[in-house]
């Protein structure tokens, strides 16, 4: 059962960390709540994707331009939380992000300046 002194918007902070970690092989610890996705590599695909792994978790439609419209961890976490019932990612939540943790990351996978909207645009890490 999850801490209740855990928000839910830390819950689904530390969820979505865990999964954009996981689709765009970083490391999760590098990931800044506060940071665009799009610094981090986020294409339309990884977040269709990652939209579509969200719904199938918590068993609720969401907009395809969630990551669009709310384009960090933070804004998008928030919106999720206020506006869904997201306790089904609670219950997951520390086991992935301690899997990530113990999990090795290849320097090379920190390198963002290929993928994104951001490098189109000018404005790659």
């Known amino acids: 059962m999850q801490n209740s002194s855990i928000s839910n918007q830390t819950i689904v902070e530390n969820w979505l960390k865990s999964q954009l970690a996981e689709q ?3 490391d999760a610890n590098s ?5 665009p996705l799009t610094r981090y590599g986020l294409d339309s695909i990884d977040a269709v994707t990652m939209v579509g792994d969200i719904e199938d978790a918590i068993n609720e439609e ?3 331009t969630l990551f669009w419209d709310h384009p960090t961890i933070a804004k998008s976490a928030q919106f999720l939380a206020d506006n869904y019932d997201i306790s ?4 997951s939540t520390t086991e992935t992000i301690e899997e990530i ?13 290929s993928k994104g909207w951001g490098g189109l645009f000018g404005r790659g890490a």
């Open 24 to 26: 765009l092989s970083l």
């Open 31 to 35: 990931l800044n709540v506060t940071e």
């Open 62 to 64: 969401l907009p395809s």
């Open 88 to 91: 089904a990612l609670g219950d």
């Open 101 to 113: 943790e113990d999990t090795p990351v290849a320097a090379a996978a920190t390198n963002t300046k």
